[in-house]
């Protein structure tokens, strides 16, 4: 690719055969709109965000690399789904985010590279950094909350008090619930 003097012009695609194999990568998005009331206010288009995706768009599709949309699914959701059938029809799966959420995709054939972190995750490394296994980060963020995700969580527990909860009892399933630890 190149970009012309002028600041604003367009990426232009060079004659290329691509990628032996086919594409190398999916760009998966997922937004809300303004007038989502389901949505956290955080997860609805930024400012300029709008105007940015269809470039984006554009320029992966020049490198050959599909893209997929759906107003109707979280990109969470979609990612989850088309890494597990990518790694089971033998696909080797590295998903890029800094979304603590996918440390629970973590494992044989999907690595993780947390991009605030700069740094390549496979189950053994999750679980050295979070304290757990890849499978149970979804209980930890069941009782901790995620704002990004608009799930509150139970009151009076942090991440520390959820790890320790699901490292005792194994999970949030309705043992714990109905023991009243939780409230």
Known sequence: FHVGEDPQARLEPRPAEGPPGGPVGLVVAG??????AGA????RHP??????VPLVFELCEAFGMPVLTNEEYEADDLVGALAYKARDAGW????AT????YFQL???GISMFHTGRDKLYDAKMVEEDFGLP?????????IWGDSIDNIPGVAGIGEKGAKELIKEFGSIDYKVLASGILG
């Open 40 to 43: 956290p206010a955080h997860r």
């Open 106 to 108: 973590v494992g044989d």
């Open 92 to 95: 080797s799966v590295i998903l």
């Open 134 to 142: 890849p499978a149970k980060v979804v209980d930890v963020m069941g």
């Open 98 to 101: 800094s979304d603590k959420d």
């Open 47 to 52: 400012l300029g965000v709008g105007e940015q």
């Open 31 to 36: 937004f809300h709109n303004e007038g989502d």
